[in-house]
C-alpha cells in the first residue's frame, strides 16, 4: 500500500539510513536547504537525468543538445529581467525573528500594519512591511571584489540556451522548429525553502527551449504537455497523482501568453514540479536588445525573418526525483512482518539486482561472486552477505531494488539460483547462465 501517514518524515529517514540523501555539511550542523546525493541517491537522480536526455536528445531529430556554464555574462541577467524583477517580498518579525515571504498563506493581515499576527509566534504588529529581495545569488570573478567583476550563479538554465541559440543552430544545421535540451544546476536564495529536496537554494534543472515560428506557439504548447505526461507516467508515476494547472491571468509572467504547471500531489499537497511555459520571443528580442546582435532567424523557404517564439518544458531534476520516491514508498506486511518497498520503476531503480549466498559455507560463496562479477558487466548490482536472508531481502526492498539472487544449496548441485521479485515477491528459479537474459526480459519499460 502506498503509506499516508508522515510519509515526508519516513522519507527523509529512509532517505538517510539507505545513503539516497543527507544534509549538506551534516557534521557541521547542515547547511539550510542544501543536500547531498549518496551512493542510491546519485544513481537515482542520474537515471531520471538519462531518462530525460534519452527521451529529448537522443529519441528526436529536432532537439540538440548544450552544457552552457553556469556563470554567464552579468548583462545576461539585466536582459532577462531578473536583475530587477526576480525578487520575492520578504516580511520578517521583529518578536521571534522569523522571515516570510509576504504572500505566506499563514499571514493574517497586512504585513507592517499594527494588526497583522505572526503565523509562528502570533505577536501582533511585530511583521516588517514587505521589503524586496533578489533571489540571485553573487559573487566576484578576479582577485578584486570590486563591483565590476560581480557575477551571479545563474537561477535558470534556460538563459544559456537562449544566448546560445545561434551558435547550435548554424553548427548543427537544425531548421526552425527545433530545440536545445539542457540539465545543469541552478541556484536561487529562496526565503522560505524546506519540504526536503522539493525547494532547496541550489538545485537541477532539465530544461528544453522549443524554437518555433510565431503563430505555431500554441499548437507546440499543447504538443508538448502531452509529450511530458506521456514521459512522467513512463517513469511509473500513477496518472490520478498528476495533474495540470494552467496559469491564470494573475499568474503569468509578464513575458508568458500561456503556461501549466505540472503538478504532483505530495504528502504537503498539489505542488509544481515542472513547468511549460509559452515564453513568446521575450527572452530572444530582449538578448537581440541588450546585446547588439541579431537573434532573427531567416526561413529560406518563404524569406521571411523572424524572432522564434519560445515553448519551455523546465522540470526540477530534484523535484523529479522527490515525486518518484513518495510515489514508489509503500509498505506491506510479508509473512506477517512489515516491510518498507521503493516500488521504483526498474529503469530507475539504483540497483537492477542484489545476490545473496544463502549461507557463508559450502560453495555458496565462490559462486555467488562468480554470478555476482559476471552481472554487474551489465547492470548495477550489490553483494551482500551479512545478516538472515530476510534483513537482506528488506535492506534491498527499502532501496527499490527490483531482483534478489540467492545462490542455495541446490545451485551448488545444478546450477540454479532463485530470482525474488521485489514487488510480487514470487520466486523464480533460473539457470545462472541466463540471468542476464532474464533480467533484460524483466527490467524492461
Ligand atoms: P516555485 O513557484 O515552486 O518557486 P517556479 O515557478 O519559480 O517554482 P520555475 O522557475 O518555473 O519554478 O522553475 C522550473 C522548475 O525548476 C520547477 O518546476 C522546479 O521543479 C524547479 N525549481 C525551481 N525552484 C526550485 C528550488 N528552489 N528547489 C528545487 N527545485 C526548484
Redesign the pocket.
Known sequence: MPATDNVMDKLVSLAKRRGFVFQSSEIYGGLGSVWDYGPLGVELKKNIKERWWRSMVHDREDIEGLDAAILMHPKVWEASGHVSGFTDPLVDCKQCKNRFRADDPRIKGTPGEPTAQCPVCGSKGTLTAPRMFNLMFKTFMGPVEEAAALVYLRP?TAQGIYVNYLNVLQSSRQKIPFGIAQIGK?F?N?IT?GNF?????E?E?MEMQFFVKPGTDSEWLEFWRGERMKWLVGLGVRAEKLRFHQHTKDELAHYAKDAY?VQYEFPFGW?????I?NRTNFDLSRHQEFSGKKLEYLDVATNERFIPYVVET???A???TLVVMVDAYHEDEVEGEKRVVLRLHPALAPLKAAVFPLVNKDGMPELARRIFDDLRKYYNTFYDDGGSIGRRYRRQDEAGTPFGITIDGQSTQDGSVTVRDRDTLKQDRVAADRLVTYLAENLKG
Open positions: 535558470e541552478a536561487r529562496e525553502p529536496i522539493f525547494r532547496t537554494r538545485f534543472q504547471d505542488q509544481e514540479f515542472e513547468g511555459h523546465s522540470a526540477g530534484d523535484r523529479t
